[in-house]
């Protein structure tokens, strides 16, 4: 991981990720994984997981990802995200799994996948990062 951040530090680094409830379990420029539990209150009409909060974990861990294939002293930012939703989540984790689709010098390119519990793919999201000098 960069510097001395580890999961939880890269999380912090998002206060809106942390207000969520959003943890990683693995994050290097490969590949970060993550999860979100359902709860009620970030639920839309049926209790289906609202989609916001279904693009916040891919954004934020996509970010994640991008920020860890980013050069020394660069930032990043989203500049472009696109997701489709296949089915809902009403109950358990959400699980996010982002890799990084294209590394270059002004923008990365990150490809999340959402699954439930099951392992069934609930959405899938691409974005880009700017790389931020």
């Not at 693009?55 to 489709?84: H, Q, R, W, Y």
């Amino acid at each position: 991981m960069t510097g001395s951040l580890d999961a939880a530090g890269l999380v912090a680094l998002m206060p809106f990720a942390s207000t969520l409830g959003i943890e990683l379990e693995v994050a290097s420029p490969e590949e970060v994984r993550g999860h979100l539990d359902w709860d009620a209150s970030r639920c839309t009409a049926g209790g289906i997981l609202h989609g916001g909060v279904l693009m916040a974990l891919a954004d934020s861990v996509g970010a994640v990802c991008a920020f860890l294939n980013l050069p020394p002293g660069a930032n990043t930012s989203t500049i472009e995200s696109k997701t489709n939703f296949f089915r809902g989540v009403r109950e358990g984790r959400l699980h996010a799994v982002a890799r990084p689709l294209h590394v270059g010098r002004s923008t990365i390119a990150v490809q999340t996948e959402l699954s439930d519990d099951g392992g069934r793919r609930v959405g899938i999201t691409t974005q880009t990062q700017a790389v931020l000098s």
